[in-house]
């Protein structure tokens, strides 16, 4: 059984909006990371056990993380969209520690991960 398995990238223009769901299971702390080529991995928003939510600065007001927990999924809706944000697109989880509410955007802190989905913004 995988455990995290990504859907919904794609392309699209500058100011177009995408949501990316995450069918997930196991660890209960969660959240999307993205890397674009070339670049480290980086954080873009994490969710915890009580849904408390973490967003990196560049995403601030223009992506939301949400969970559906009956469906055990993860949702990542994008507007705005920028041509920086394209990447790779990452849905993983982690063991809820202290130490993950502190630095959940950290890409080292979560040990399970999905195969990934394109995101491509451009003109």
């Known amino acids: 059984q995988v455990p995290l398995v990504e859907s919904g990238g794609g392309s699209v223009q500058p100011g177009g909006s995408l949501r990316l769901s995450c069918a997930a299971s196991?660890?209960?702390?969660r959240g999307w990371f993205r890397q674009a080529p070339g670049k480290e991995r980086e954080g873009v928003a994490t969710?915890?056990?009580?849904?408390?939510?973490f967003y990196a600065d560049s995403v601030k007001g223009r992506f939301t993380i949400s969970r559906d927990t009956a469906r055990n999924t993860l949702y990542l809706q994008m507007n705005n969209l920028k041509p920086e944000d394209t990447g790779m697109y990452y849905c993983?989880?982690?063991?809820?520690?202290?130490?993950?509410?502190?630095?959940?955007?950290?890409?080292?802190?979560?040990?399970?991960w999905g195969p990934g989905t394109q995101v491509t913004v451009s003109a």
């Open positions: 993983a989880s982690a063991t809820c520690t202290a130490r993950w509410y502190i630095s959940s955007l950290n890409p080292r802190e979560s040990d399970t």
């Open positions: 196991g660890h209960d702390c």
């Open positions: 969710s915890g056990r009580s849904s408390d939510t």
